[in-house]
């Protein structure tokens, strides 16, 4: 085996890894209530103040640690009153 042979195996297996992150990713987003995200889009809360929030959109983020790539759900709500105020609720994924 080269060296060109290896770096060619090493590129497959970024490649692969690069598209299994993707997927992984792709499920986390595409199917939040599967993986444990206590929110859905278009679902309604009232907050202890009494303010109605309707969650209008659901994002994976992902940041590095000590122990891989840890992930989080970030929903965002709008006040059904006051369309200028917005929540984010934040919840990590596998926790």
Known sequence: MTI???LR???AAIDYLSQKRKDILDDLKDN???HGCPYKIG???KTQDGA???VEAINVLTY???EGLCAYYQAQ???QNKPHDRKE???QIGA
């Open 4 to 6: 060109s042979d290896d």
């Open 9 to 11: 195996q090493l590129s």
């Open 32 to 34: 939040p209530e599967k």
């Open 43 to 45: 679902q309604e809360f």
């Open 52 to 54: 109605i929030y309707k």
């Open 64 to 66: 590095p640690s000590a």
């Open 77 to 79: 709500a709008v006040n």
């Open 89 to 91: 609720y934040t919840v």
